[in-house]
């Protein structure tokens, strides 16, 4: 019986030759992932709920301040201040202020074939390097911290097979939401979307890692692509080795919960609407929204590219008055290749507030926090009720393009 | 008998043939500054007061900065107040996002040299530095002026400060001007204005001007004014035949003198948590320290992000320490942008903010807690300022500051 | 001329701004909002131990700071009959007479009382402490109109016509 790519990744974790969905599998993982959302809150469990706390491998636990950084108040100096205690004492890698998590794991550690655990929803990001990389909350993640192993219920897989290219002016981002609003948001509880086909093939890494981060608001368990020789050179490029024997494919009589073929070319442009990810209707047929704020950015839509669609739309021309175009982006190496590109001046001479790589307004706490019955576009993960700031306030979703032209014109669709 | 120079703009302005210290005299006001945080008292109180119409809307400024960004709901409805109150009564003179109130005001032209300009804010003393008297009111003072266009005041004594010769490398003029609230004392210059004197100056920038001029309020100063000479025309693009009367008289009558020489002056700190608890930054060498900040309307200019970038060029921010810049404008960011600055300082480990108030401020971009100690290029270190009140803030040049966070303890530059 | 007394809270030099109303409260909508955060950096205690009546003794340089109005605006708000101060910050002293907040200049009652003891203030005369009497001056005349009108708003509103 054949295995999909999340089956036999977990085997490879497991050490064991085979596995299906439903066993439960003790795994030793790759890598922990721990952001300044929860760790100071893992932190205060190590200490003091533990008799004799010790780390089974510090070298593969990394700790990455990007939610409230740098601090808007000394509750959060606080917590940082734990956690980088902790960091400190112990030996753990520290990033602060460097960039979104996922997009710092995606530079500089994921590896095709590991499986990772992160405390925070998106770490399904990790597919788009053929990694198995799935959200805990932070007693999983202490128990991961403490052992260096976790139990996982072996899930099943949906798969997407993708055909084509998108069509100029469609994004990944649209891809993505079209799937989600097609599945709903837990159309794929507790199971693997795993992504291939001559369309996954001809998505870049970075628009791959729109598609695995997206899959946790339908509810999936991790997101993978089928990795190729693109993986290979994105690890080369990022210093580190992608192992030939862990770049898993699914086999051909592997078993799928679900088969769905998606036409790139007949995607188009989508928003989702407030407060459900799921709500997503054609951009065509969205009404006129009036705007207070644009958002671009996150762990989702806060690469190079995406920048690049922004400056490029505007280039010579000003975001509105009644507008605030708050761009972040997803990491000072993103940041540096934009400033180099003359991206930022252009962004900045249009009159975008330009953040430090962080996440920003798609947090909702620290910087950019909406104001009462404001509505929001953006390239965040969430549009749920109150994400961004009040609970009167309205989140809409949608790709960088739409975005940013919302923030010149200020209106959706406008 | 001569006249100071902050005699002589009061005497343009009024028409008076001459004033002394202890005089009320009923001036016109050239320019406003309201900025985001008083926006929606000022709506209040001028309303309250009766008034329907602005007296010159041209000569009204509104800045938002303090909240740019938002870290909080609250935060909005001081935007929203403020763009009522530009709709109602026509102001055309408004920046959303554009940077520290107090680099837009001489930067863009707003506060111009020999103006009376006031301000919502105590550092509106800043446009000294383009030889405007300028100074700081409060929200219902500025209600009153925003409908009657006039404010009075006290014509104040002047205190001379004659500074002499090259300053050594690493020493910039915020050592000049630490070292001089040091003396003074935070209340020295209380209801006084400051008059700078002496080559030293003349050779000055005029970003470096605006850094003295802005911190002469943590000495209690009502404004700290330079000459005006060929820099200060060029920087406020007008001709210097219109402006070079602004001088103080060689025999005008000054209650008090400072000389010092430039060659004597050394890098500074002020320690946690007085402005003129001033040492000499090598007596405090070594303190480690957790952050580092560079920015505000005090040091966050191009030549300051330039002397940052100049220290961390090809170095790494110290371990487990965070560097926070915050250009001080749009114009600021997009200079050094070209000029690489913002490339080096990011490749060094920085963090880099959007230009605004930000940490200065304490409201976001930086808030530390019990026991951390902090770097910092901005202008005050009072207790709880950025953070709770168990912060160290320690205040010193863009040099110092850069030196410190390669190091991660308190260093005195080289340069 | 006006007399009263009250009880002291005796606080330093240097009494700045952001130690009346530090910056991370401005943004609360009203004065009420922000008056239990007062004094909060150096005495987090003292705005809820404040009584009506009671009097604010400091050193020099009360106010020193930002130009924010709240803080005269909050000890306003805490019922203080007045500051004793031995100097003030300009900007803060304009604010306090433009909302009518009563400031005394005085350099010699800090050093002679102690938190918790009772002085009588006679307006424009004198300071009595434990027998002492010490004297106070009174303002200058364009100052005093302000406070007469009640404050620079109803000055403005009997200028504009609004009150009498």
Redesign the interface.
């Given at each position: 019986m054949g295995m999909t790519i999340g089956e036999k990744i977990i085997a490879r974790a497991a050490g064991v030759e085979s596995v299906k969905a439903g066993d439960i599998q003790t795994v030793t993982l790759d890598r922990l992932m721990s952001n300044d959302g929860t760790t100071h809150l893992t932190v205060d469990m190590y200490n003091n709920k533990l008799k004799n706390p010790r780390i089974a491998d510090k070298d593969k636990i990394v700790f990455i301040m990007d939610h409230n950084?740098?601090?808007?108040?000394?509750k959060?100096?606080?917590a940082?201040?734990k956690m980088?205690n902790f960091?400190?004492e112990h030996g753990i890698v520290?990033y602060?202020?460097?960039g979104v998590c996922h997009q710092i794991m995606l530079e500089d550690w994921v590896c095709p074939g590991e499986i990772i655990f992160g405390a925070d929803s998106h770490t399904c990001s990790y597919g788009a390097l053929g990694a198995f990389g799935t959200g805990v909350g932070c007693t999983d993640l202490l128990y991961a911290i403490v052992t260096g192993k976790s139990w996982v219920l072996v899930p099943e897989t949906i798969r997407f097979n993708l055909h084509g290219k998108l069509r100029e002016g469609v994004y990944p981002r649209d891809l993505i939401l079209t799937i989600i609003g097609d599945i709903g948001a837990n159309g794929a509880n507790y199971k693997v979307m795993e992504f291939a086909g001559d369309g996954a093939h001809n998505l870049s890494i970075n628009d791959r890692m729109v598609l695995c981060n997206l899959c946790v608001e339908a509810g999936a368990k991790s997101g993978i692509v089928e990795p190729d020789e693109k993986v290979v050179e994105y690890c080369a490029e990022h210093g580190r080795e992608a192992k030939a024997d862990q770049m898993f494919v699914s086999d051909d009589d592997a078993t799928f919960a679900a088969v769905y073929e998606y036409d790139l070319s007949k995607i188009e442009p989508v928003v989702a609407r407030p407060d459900f990810v799921d709500d997503v209707i054609p951009l065509s047929e969205c009404p006129k929204v009036k705007i207070d704020q644009a958002f671009l950015g996150s762990c989702n839509n806060g690469r190079i590219d995406d920048l690049r669609v922004a400056a490029n739309i505007l280039k010579g021309k000003k975001v509105s008055?009644?507008v605030?175009f708050?761009v972040a982006p997803a990491s000072?190496a993103v940041?540096?290749e934009a400033?180099?590109e003359g991206i930022?001046?252009t962004l900045?001479?249009a009159?975008a507030?330009?953040?430090?790589?962080n996440c920003s307004v798609c947090w909702g706490s620290?910087?950019?926090?909406?104001?009462?019955n404001?509505v929001l576009i953006s390239t965040g993960t969430r549009n749920f009720k109150g994400r961004a700031?009040?609970p009167s306030s309205k989140v809409y979703l949608g790709s960088a393009e739409t975005v940013t032209k919302a923030a010149i014109t200020g209106y959706i669709n406008g | 008998m001569g006249n100071t120079l902050i005699e002589k703009i009061i005497m343009k302005n009024t028409g008076a043939a001459n004033v002394t210290p202890g005089e009320?005299v009923t001036v016109n006001v050239d320019r406003v500054m309201i900025h985001d945080?008083?926006i929606p008292?000022v709506a209040d109180?001028f309303k309250?007061?009766?008034?329907t119409k602005i007296w010159d809307p041209e000569k009204v400024v509104l800045i938002y900065d303090?909240?740019?960004?938002?870290?909080?709901?609250?935060?909005?409805?001081?935007?929203?107040i403020g763009?009522q109150f530009v709709k109602d009564y026509g102001l055309t003179n408004?920046h959303?996002?554009d940077g520290v109130c107090h680099q837009l005001m001489p930067e863009q032209g707003y506060a111009k040299p020999g103006n009376i300009v006031f301000?919502?804010?105590?550092h509106?003393t800043t446009y000294g530095g383009v030889s405007c008297f300028s100074?700081?009111?409060?929200?219902?003072?500025m209600?009153?002026i925003l409908?009657?266009g006039e404010m009075?005041i006290r014509v104040p004594e002047t205190i001379k400060v004659i500074v002499n010769g090259d300053l050594p490398a690493n020493v910039t003029s915020k050592d000049v001007i630490l070292r001089l609230i040091g003396d003074l004392r935070?209340?020295g210059a209380?209801?006084k204005c400051i008059e700078f004197h002496g080559d030293t100056f003349d050779k000055m920038s005029i970003s470096s001007r605006l850094t003295m001029s802005n911190m002469s309020i943590?000495a209690?100063a009502?404004a700290a004014i330079f000459a005006a000479d060929a820099k200060t025309a060029e920087y406020s693009k007008v001709a210097l035949e219109d402006i070079d009367w602004i001088y103080g008289d060689d025999d005008a009558s000054y209650c008090q003198v400072l000389e010092y020489n430039a060659a004597d002056l050394v890098p500074v700190t002020a320690c946690p948590s007085?402005v003129d608890k001033i040492k000499d930054v090598a007596e405090v060498a070594g303190t480690k320290v957790d952050q580092v900040f560079i920015g505000s309307c005090t040091n966050g200019r191009l030549e300051d992000l330039a002397v940052a970038a100049k220290i961390l060029e090809g170095k790494k921010v110290a371990p487990?320490v965070?560097l926070?810049v915050t250009p001080a404008s749009?114009e600021v960011?997009?200079a050094a942008?070209?000029a690489g600055y913002?490339?080096t300082l990011?490749?060094a480990?920085a963090?880099?903010?959007?230009p605004g108030c930000g940490?200065c401020?304490?409201?976001?971009?930086?808030?530390?807690?019990?026991n951390?100690v902090v770097m910092a290029t901005n202008n005050?270190n009072?207790?709880?300022?950025m953070?709770?009140?168990k912060v160290q803030i320690y205040l010193g040049s863009p040099a110092t500051a850069a030196a410190t966070a390669v190091a991660g303890v308190i260093t005195v530059p080289e340069m | 001329m006006a007399t009263f007394t009250g009880k002291v809270w005796v606080l330093g030099d240097?009494i700045?701004?952001?130690?009346i109303i530090?910056?991370?409260y401005?943004?609360?909508?009203t004065v009420e909002d922000m008056k239990p955060y007062g004094f909060?950096?150096?005495r987090p205690e003292l705005a809820g131990q404040i009584e009506e009546g009671d009097i604010i003794v400091a050193g020099?340089?009360f106010g020193?700071?930002?130009?924010?109005?709240q803080a005269?605006e909050i000890i306003k708000a805490l019922k203080v009959s007045c500051v004793i101060a031995k100097?003030?910050?300009?900007?803060f002293f304009?604010?306090s007479i433009?909302?009518g907040l009563l400031l005394i200049e005085n350099d010699q009652i800090q050093d002679a009382v102690k938190e918790g003891d009772t002085l009588t203030v006679t307006l424009g005369e004198t300071i009595e402490h434990d027998g002492t009497t010490y004297p106070i001056h009174s303002l200058?005349d364009?100052l005093m109109d302000i406070i007469n009108a009640g404050?620079?708003?109803k000055?403005?509103?009997k200028?504009?016509?609004?009150i009498k």
């Amino acid at each position: 019986m054949g295995m999909t790519i999340g089956e036999k990744i977990i085997a490879r974790a497991a050490g064991v030759e085979s596995v299906k969905a439903g066993d439960i599998q003790t795994v030793t993982l790759d890598r922990l992932m721990s952001n300044d959302g929860t760790t100071h809150l893992t932190v205060d469990m190590y200490n003091n709920k533990l008799k004799n706390p010790r780390i089974a491998d510090k070298d593969k636990i990394v700790f990455i301040m990007d939610h409230n950084v740098p601090a808007e108040n000394p509750k959060t100096a606080e917590a940082h201040k734990k956690m980088r205690n902790f960091a400190k004492e112990h030996g753990i890698v520290l990033y602060e202020g460097q960039g979104v998590c996922h997009q710092i794991m995606l530079e500089d550690w994921v590896c095709p074939g590991e499986i990772i655990f992160g405390a925070d929803s998106h770490t399904c990001s990790y597919g788009a390097l053929g990694a198995f990389g799935t959200g805990v909350g932070c007693t999983d993640l202490l128990y991961a911290i403490v052992t260096g192993k976790s139990w996982v219920l072996v899930p099943e897989t949906i798969r997407f097979n993708l055909h084509g290219k998108l069509r100029e002016g469609v994004y990944p981002r649209d891809l993505i939401l079209t799937i989600i609003g097609d599945i709903g948001a837990n159309g794929a509880n507790y199971k693997v979307m795993e992504f291939a086909g001559d369309g996954a093939h001809n998505l870049s890494i970075n628009d791959r890692m729109v598609l695995c981060n997206l899959c946790v608001e339908a509810g999936a368990k991790s997101g993978i692509v089928e990795p190729d020789e693109k993986v290979v050179e994105y690890c080369a490029e990022h210093g580190r080795e992608a192992k030939a024997d862990q770049m898993f494919v699914s086999d051909d009589d592997a078993t799928f919960a679900a088969v769905y073929e998606y036409d790139l070319s007949k995607i188009e442009p989508v928003v989702a609407r407030p407060d459900f990810v799921d709500d997503v209707i054609p951009l065509s047929e969205c009404p006129k929204v009036k705007i207070d704020q644009a958002f671009l950015g996150s762990c989702n839509n806060g690469r190079i590219d995406d920048l690049r669609v922004a400056a490029n739309i505007l280039k010579g021309k000003k975001v509105s008055d009644e507008v605030r175009f708050i761009v972040a982006p997803a990491s000072n190496a993103v940041y540096l290749e934009a400033l180099e590109e003359g991206i930022m001046d252009t962004l900045m001479e249009a009159g975008a507030q330009i953040m430090n790589a962080n996440c920003s307004v798609c947090w909702g706490s620290c910087q950019g926090v909406i104001g009462e019955n404001e509505v929001l576009i953006s390239t965040g993960t969430r549009n749920f009720k109150g994400r961004a700031g009040h609970p009167s306030s309205k989140v809409y979703l949608g790709s960088a393009e739409t975005v940013t032209k919302a923030a010149i014109t200020g209106y959706i669709n406008g | 008998m001569g006249n100071t120079l902050i005699e002589k703009i009061i005497m343009k302005n009024t028409g008076a043939a001459n004033v002394t210290p202890g005089e009320i005299v009923t001036v016109n006001v050239d320019r406003v500054m309201i900025h985001d945080i008083f926006i929606p008292f000022v709506a209040d109180k001028f309303k309250e007061m009766g008034f329907t119409k602005i007296w010159d809307p041209e000569k009204v400024v509104l800045i938002y900065d303090h909240l740019v960004p938002t870290s909080a709901v609250e935060d909005i409805r001081h935007f929203k107040i403020g763009d009522q109150f530009v709709k109602d009564y026509g102001l055309t003179n408004v920046h959303r996002s554009d940077g520290v109130c107090h680099q837009l005001m001489p930067e863009q032209g707003y506060a111009k040299p020999g103006n009376i300009v006031f301000g919502t804010d105590s550092h509106t003393t800043t446009y000294g530095g383009v030889s405007c008297f300028s100074s700081g009111v409060g929200y219902t003072e500025m209600a009153s002026i925003l409908g009657t266009g006039e404010m009075w005041i006290r014509v104040p004594e002047t205190i001379k400060v004659i500074v002499n010769g090259d300053l050594p490398a690493n020493v910039t003029s915020k050592d000049v001007i630490l070292r001089l609230i040091g003396d003074l004392r935070a209340d020295g210059a209380t209801y006084k204005c400051i008059e700078f004197h002496g080559d030293t100056f003349d050779k000055m920038s005029i970003s470096s001007r605006l850094t003295m001029s802005n911190m002469s309020i943590e000495a209690g100063a009502k404004a700290a004014i330079f000459a005006a000479d060929a820099k200060t025309a060029e920087y406020s693009k007008v001709a210097l035949e219109d402006i070079d009367w602004i001088y103080g008289d060689d025999d005008a009558s000054y209650c008090q003198v400072l000389e010092y020489n430039a060659a004597d002056l050394v890098p500074v700190t002020a320690c946690p948590s007085q402005v003129d608890k001033i040492k000499d930054v090598a007596e405090v060498a070594g303190t480690k320290v957790d952050q580092v900040f560079i920015g505000s309307c005090t040091n966050g200019r191009l030549e300051d992000l330039a002397v940052a970038a100049k220290i961390l060029e090809g170095k790494k921010v110290a371990p487990f320490v965070k560097l926070i810049v915050t250009p001080a404008s749009r114009e600021v960011y997009l200079a050094a942008s070209k000029a690489g600055y913002l490339s080096t300082l990011i490749k060094a480990g920085a963090i880099l903010t959007q230009p605004g108030c930000g940490l200065c401020c304490g409201r976001a971009c930086g808030i530390l807690s019990d026991n951390e100690v902090v770097m910092a290029t901005n202008n005050r270190n009072f207790l709880g300022r950025m953070g709770t009140s168990k912060v160290q803030i320690y205040l010193g040049s863009p040099a110092t500051a850069a030196a410190t966070a390669v190091a991660g303890v308190i260093t005195v530059p080289e340069m | 001329m006006a007399t009263f007394t009250g009880k002291v809270w005796v606080l330093g030099d240097d009494i700045d701004t952001d130690i009346i109303i530090p910056t991370e409260y401005l943004a609360l909508p009203t004065v009420e909002d922000m008056k239990p955060y007062g004094f909060s950096p150096l005495r987090p205690e003292l705005a809820g131990q404040i009584e009506e009546g009671d009097i604010i003794v400091a050193g020099k340089n009360f106010g020193c700071g930002s130009s924010r109005e709240q803080a005269p605006e909050i000890i306003k708000a805490l019922k203080v009959s007045c500051v004793i101060a031995k100097s003030y910050a300009r900007i803060f002293f304009r604010n306090s007479i433009n909302n009518g907040l009563l400031l005394i200049e005085n350099d010699q009652i800090q050093d002679a009382v102690k938190e918790g003891d009772t002085l009588t203030v006679t307006l424009g005369e004198t300071i009595e402490h434990d027998g002492t009497t010490y004297p106070i001056h009174s303002l200058p005349d364009n100052l005093m109109d302000i406070i007469n009108a009640g404050g620079l708003v109803k000055a403005m509103q009997k200028r504009n016509g609004i009150i009498k």
